[in-house]
């Protein structure tokens, strides 16, 4: 074998195979995603929240978790109660995102979303379903060998990544600036921050968290999160244009549809991508202290802005 194999990889993914472990990963979150809803009476409900909930997705969000804890010392099965709230929130926040009073879309991780399935009223009443469990798992799931307290920071901190200082305000502006060409970077940015940095900010700080990570270690990992939680949208904003339905797994094209102004709108792909990679840099040298412990994390971080769907 020629030594040309680690070439076009980042220096994360010359020492970690980040495809066998995203795929490893996605296997445990899937697993436990699936032992988290048993189908009883009412059935249609049970059967509507694992529709979407095991419907595929990245499951960047758990992943992210796990990988935060385990930087922290800490181990996946300390994080997998909390990882599959943070799964079981942004597919509340899909499945409600895809309603016809919101983006109104027909597709979502390659198949016909939710409303689409089970009508309009049992598509809400399987997002608040949801959001219910997302907040018992893991209150009653997470293994004894982790504090009360730290279980009571990472609800509250669900909480608020969640509620309207977060993704829930996020959308309201998203709603809000359909339509209008004259959209400042600022809003936009605020979207970006709070409908999606917001969650993936959560997901990293929440693996901290559990894992008893030192208020300076939750810092560093916020400024991570929050640089890889922009590039993830402005990534989002990049495929929408670029990629196919087939790719995607949803309809593509749909900012340009509904008016919204974009990274990508305002600035072309390119300069969108180089802005991205900027963001990505920035985050993997704030867990730069962490060495080799921070690989995981660092090789996620390029994944979001290298990934094609
Ligand atoms: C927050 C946004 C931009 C919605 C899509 O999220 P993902 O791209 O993580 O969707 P899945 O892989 O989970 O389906
Ligand atoms: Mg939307
Ligand atoms: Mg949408």
Not at 128 to 135: P, S
Not at 296 to 303: F, K, T
Request: proline content about 4%; charged content about 20%; glycine content about 8%.
């Amino acid at each position: 074998m020629v030594a040309t194999d680690n070439l076009q990889k980042t220096p994360e993914e010359a020492k970690l195979n980040l495809a066998a472990y995203l795929k490893e990963r996605q296997k445990l979150c899937n697993t436990a995603l699936d032992q988290s809803i048993p189908v009883v009476y009412p059935e249609k409900i049970y059967e509507s929240m694992r529709y979407s909930l095991l419907a595929g997705g990245k499951r960047i969000r758990p992943i992210l978790c796990l990988a935060a804890c385990e930087m922290m010392g800490g181990t996946i099965d300390m994080a997998m109660p909390t990882a599959c709230a943070l799964e079981m929130i942004h597919t509340m926040s899909l499945i409600h995102d895809d309603l016809p009073a919101m983006d109104n879309d027909d597709y979502r991780r390659g198949k016909l979303t939710n409303h689409k399935v089970y009508g309009e009223n049992i598509a809400i009443l399987a997002g608040d379903g949801l959001l219910a469990l997302a907040f018992e798992f893991p209150a009653t799931q997470t293994p004894a060998n982790v504090p009360h307290e730290r279980v009571l920071q990472v609800i509250a901190r669900l909480g608020k990544a969640l509620g309207a200082a977060g993704l829930v305000g996020g959308q309201v502006v998203d709603l809000d600036s359909e339509g209008k060409l004259d959209i400042s970077l600022e809003t936009l940015n605020f979207i970006h921050n709070h409908k999606t940095a917001a969650l993936l900010e959560a997901s990293v700080v929440c693996g901290g968290l559990l894992a008893g990570a030192s208020s300076e270690d939750i810092q560093r990992l916020t400024r991570y999160a929050q640089s890889i939680g922009l590039a993830f949208q402005i990534i989002d904003d990049i495929l929408d244009i670029t990629a196919t339905l087939e790719q995607l797994g949803k309809t593509a094209g749909k900012d340009l549809t509904a008016k919204k102004v974009t990274y990508p709108s305002l600035w072309g792909i390119e300069e969108s991508r180089s802005k991205a990679t900027q963001l990505v840099e920035a985050a993997c040298a704030e867990l730069a202290p962490f060495g080799e412990k921070a690989l995981p994390l660092q090789a996620i971080a390029h994944y979001i802005v290298s990934r094609n769907h």
